[in-house]
């Protein structure tokens, strides 16, 4: 659908203008973009709802029953970071209450629900009723407010263990599904070990550690009740009652939101280490959404095939067992989610989805429609935003005074009223790393159709038609309250709830669904006569919701649904197989595999999820079942299914189809991935039979897996097979002896400083001298004697780390202001740029790839964010790129960035050179707090050279 643009003029007081409060509000300066604030389809207008002194640097939002907002507010965001000059709140973040009470589409009222020491930068707020679920990290909090005077009674600590305090990759919003539920997703600031009421608990890690000084130490390959491995942000559901913690999917990076929908689909939005890859995805149950390796213990880059490029490699899309992308569309920052299931706005916009990107200033829109067995997520707009093209024109970026790409939208739902309303949290940064407005400024936008006028209903919860109207609301968790007090009811309920299912709008339908199956058996056999409906998620919504209330029929229903017309419905029956043991469910997956139309991928992960260590049973029964006997002659099925599966018994068979001359090169290459996910000594071996006899397009292809899989699963396989001498870093014994002695007090000071100025005389030595002084074990007599020649380095990478640890860092003689008043020579700039920054940076097809990728910088980032990005790259470390050094045994010492911990750890130099290493030999990783990204005084790049440089990167069109 095409989309027409109109601008939305909100007229603004000048900056540093007083607002005008009532008596006993804080008061602060107000910050007035110049340009247009929003712009939205041509039916539909942009109004400011609220702003500061109302609400400050809001997070997350929901609504209540009599259609107020509740905002949680991050001003203590980093205060390692941002205490600085900014707002405080020094008794804790705050819960905030605003409603427009005359209805004129303005926030009158703004009061304080709660404000805790306990709520550090919290991330999500669901209102249920008189409970409040606040999702801050360690924990889960519910507030509840028992006598209705919007404060709370009682304080509990409904979950904890998570990860990620004071840091947004840790636990994110909850909100009430359908079924009851609460559901919640985290990101990747383990390691999270959260424990139901039941004792029932989830563990997930990974390597990733940084961003706060509280996210220090991870702990990946964590194994949990259920006797799986979750690994880094993980989505979960649990009962209101603290009991049935259960996971959902798991390996996001940082999903900021899980939506859920009214047929029980998830969908998130997730981040990306790069400038390039954020992606909008479905969410199938029980998926690895592909950010690390399966256990967490290496990252993307570690994993990444010659040939891979960023896009594929860093969501793993070429290893078996992970769920499809979805809509991967570049750089950003994503954060809220939700699906709009009401005509308030008008019928068009039913079943548009709407996920919120911070870092491009915009929300995206999509109409997911059902391709297989799953949502591709095809055809984004451009929804709502504050720049008119995508910020892809540099014309928004001359002015440093043009506030419209400090636009930050942290969250959007649905208002009681059917108004989209947006959280922005308004920075000129984006990220987890600073905050540059001191104000603290926040506000909320309300999106209403034009020449219409949306008011809250009055909904009384005390009889039936209120509780139905309530389950019929565009507010997803006042959908809650109905829900509950029509499940009380029982089957009392069951005409009015049936009469549901008449409704032309299929989400009601759905809705009705989940709460007929919760009123005893009559509703229950209600659904069941909806496995005939023409509608596919409907279909899907009944077995979903039979599922969770008759679990004990599952077979059964099960088999009806078997051969359905829907790949979507068969893959939901194929889901819920997969804790049933193999001996009951094997004639249905059977059937199921005969409707794999051998190119759905979420089909065929689907089947990887049921066949969970199952495969190797399963195997036998795959071959019989096509007469699949002769490897080279397997029909597609079977090749896929073995791809996705890699039984170890398969072994054999898939060494001889990576040795048949008879399949494509496409295939062979399909069978030796399989053999280097299977983690058996017979796998290895095989592959190294095919690294000496195999076709001369296969050898390289076995080799790589021989050097990689020597590093993780084959490490015990492969210790007669040698690492090229490139992939350990060079011994240097008599340094880590000279190290040894400069630290030890038990010697003289003249003996120590001797050590040093021996250390001092080469750069691996230098590098000792620096984890010495990141240790604090280098006294100040010490750092003085060296430092003149320490300072004399002239390696363009090691100066600036030099520098961090002997000499104060001298950013003043670029000035942000400065810099933003000289004229720009774009020309020059990418000169500049490829004979400086591309010996790290990727942009297009050019360049190394340590650091982010650059093509797309300028929908991320404006001119004066770039601007203090490359000034000061210590103060915006990209998640990811957080520097180690890392010492052996054997003296030898890396400086660059940790790729994979385990058995064996992994390093990528500044250089761009790749190390593995046994971490038997590793004495010390420490994490440096300096960006490995030279500052201009490192790189000899004069202001004008910033300014040309910056200029050029907020090109929409690099080639110029």
Request: charge should be neutral; include cysteine; proline fraction near 6%.
């Amino acid at each position: 659908m095409t989309i027409y643009r109109t601008t939305v003029y909100i007229l603004f007081l000048a900056f540093l203008t007083i607002f005008s409060c009532k008596p006993g509000r804080e008061q602060t300066e107000k910050i007035a973009p110049k340009q247009p604030a929003l712009f939205v389809p041509e039916d539909l207008e942009a109004t400011l709802w609220a702003e500061s002194p109302q609400l400050y640097n809001p997070t997350n939002l929901d609504v209540d029953i009599k259609g107020r907002i509740w905002v949680t507010e991050a001003v203590n965001y980093r205060d390692f970071n941002n205490a600085k000059g900014h707002l405080q709140h020094p008794a804790g973040d705050r819960v905030m209450i605003l409603e427009d009470t005359n209805q004129d589409g303005v926030a009158d009222s703004s009061k304080v629900f709660v404000q805790d020491k306990d709520l550090r930068s919290p991330l999500g707020i669901a209102v249920l009723g008189n409970k409040i679920v606040v999702s801050c990290s360690p924990s889960v909090i519910i507030y509840t407010d028992e006598n209705g005077d919007d404060k709370p009674d009682k304080k509990e600590i409904f979950l904890k263990g998570f990860g990620g305090l004071d840091h947004d990759h840790g636990l994110h919003a909850g909100l009430a599904g359908p079924d009851g539920k609460l559901y919640f997703i985290t990101g990747n600031a383990g390691p999270h070990k959260v424990t139901d009421k039941n004792g029932q608990t989830i563990q997930a890690g990974s390597v990733y550690t940084g961003g706060t000084p509280y996210n220090e130490k991870n702990t990946p390959a964590l194994k949990s009740s259920d006797g799986r491995i979750y690994t880094g942000g993980f989505a979960f559901r649990i009962n209101p009652d603290g009991t049935g913690l259960e996971a959902l999917a798991h390996n996001f990076r940082n999903s900021y939101e899980i939506g859920v929908d009214s047929y029980g689909n998830l969908w998130q939005n997730d981040n990306d280490d790069q400038v390039a890859t954020c992606r909008t995805s479905w969410v199938m149950e029980g998926s690895n959404a592909g950010y690390f390796s399966t256990t967490g213990e290496r990252t993307w880059q570690a994993d990444r095939r010659p040939g891979q490029s960023i896009e594929t490699a860093h969501w793993h899309q070429e290893d078996p067992g992970v769920l499809p992308v979805g809509d991967l569309y570049g750089s950003g920052s994503p954060t809220g989610i939700v699906l709009n299931e009401d005509d308030a706005l008008g019928k068009k916009y039913r079943g548009l989805l709407l996920s919120a990107d911070a870092g491009r200033n915009i929300i995206f829109g999509y109409y997911p429609q059902l391709k297989g067995a799953g949502y591709p997520l095809a055809g984004r707009s451009n929804f709502i935003s504050s720049v008119e093209t995508d910020n892809t024109d540099y014309r928004w970026y001359q002015i440093e005074e043009n506030k419209a790409k400090w636009f930050r939208p942290s969250d959007v739902t649905m208002g009681t009223d059917g108004a989209i309303y947006v959280a922005d949290f308004f920075d000129p940064v984006v990220g987890g790393h600073q905050m540059n407005d001191k104000q603290g400024y926040g506000r909320i936008y309300r999106i209403t159709p034009k020449n219409k006028k949306l008011t809250p209903p009055v909904i009384d919860l005390s009889n039936t038609e209120g509780q139905v109207q309530a389950l019929l609301n565009p507010a997803i968790n006042v959908r809650n309250q109905g829900f509950e007090l029509l499940k009380v009811q029982g089957e009392k309920a069951l005409p009015r709830v049936k009469a549901i299912l008449n409704s032309d709008n299929p989400y009601h339908r759905a809705r009705a669904i989940w709460l007929l199956s919760q009123l005893r058996v009559s509703g229950i056999k209600e659904v069941t006569t909806l496995f005939r409906d023409e509608d596919p998620n409907i279909r899907i919504t009944a077995f979903r919701a039979l599922r969770q209330a008759n679990p004990q029929k599952i077979l059964d229903y099960a088999g009806q649904l078997a051969r359905d017309k829907s790949p979507a419905v068969r893959r939901e029956v194929i889901l819920a197989v997969r804790e049933v043991p193999l001996a009951k469910s094997e004639p249905i997956l059977l059937t199921l595999i005969d409707g794999y139309d051998e190119q759905d991928r979420w089909y065929l992960n689907a089947l990887g999820i049921a066949l969970e260590n199952k495969a190797e049973a399963f195997y036998p029964a795959l071959l019989k079942h096509f007469s699949a006997q002769n490897p080279e002659d397997w029909p597609p099925p079977v090749a896929n299914l073995v791809w996705e599966l890699h039984p170890p018994s398969a072994v054999k068979a898939l060494q001889e189809r990576a040795l048949s001359q008879k399949l494509s090169v496409k295939e062979r290459e399909k069978s030796l991935v399989a053999l280097a996910f299977t983690p058996t000594q017979a796998a290895s071996d095989a592959v190294r039979q095919i690294s000496q006899k195999g076709a001369a397009d296969m050898v390289p292809l076995a080799q790589y897996w021989l050097q990689f899989r020597k590093t993780n699963d084959w490490q015990p396989y492969l210790k007669d097979w040698k690492t090229p001498a490139d992939q350990l870093p060079e011994a240097h014994p008599e340094l880590l002896v000279l190290r040894k002695k400069v630290a030890d007090p038990k010697l003289s000071i003249n003996q120590r400083q001797n050590a040093a100025m021996a250390l001092v005389k080469s750069k691996a030595g230098k590098l000792y001298l620096v984890d010495l002084a990141a240790n604090e074990a280098l006294s100040d007599t010490i750092r003085q004697a060296v430092k003149e020649q320490m300072l004399q380095e002239e390696d363009r990478y090691m100066k600036p780390l030099i520098a961090n640890y002997f000499t104060p860092s001298d950013s003043a003689a670029y000035p942000i202001k400065a810099l933003n008043d000289l004229p720009a020579d774009v020309a020059k700039g990418k000169k500049l740029m490829y004979g400086n920054c591309l010996v790290c940076h990727k942009m297009g097809n050019a360049g190394g790839e340590i650091g982010p990728v650059l093509t797309h910088i300028n929908q991320k980032y404006d001119k004066p964010s770039l601007f203090q990005a490359i000034v000061h790259p210590e103060a915006g470390i990209a998640f990811g790129s957080e520097p180690y050094l890392i010492s052996l045994k054997n003296g030898g010492i890396v400086y660059g960035l940790l790729l994979s911990e385990g058995p064996v750890v992994t390093v990528l130099d500044i250089y761009g050179r790749r190390y593995m290493m046994e971490a038997s030999q590793v004495i010390s990783k420490k994490q440096l707090k300096t960006s490995p990204m030279p500052s201009p005084k490192h790189l000899q790049l004069s202001q004008q050279d910033v300014a040309d440089i910056t200029a050029f990167l907020l090109q929409k069109d690099k080639s110029l």
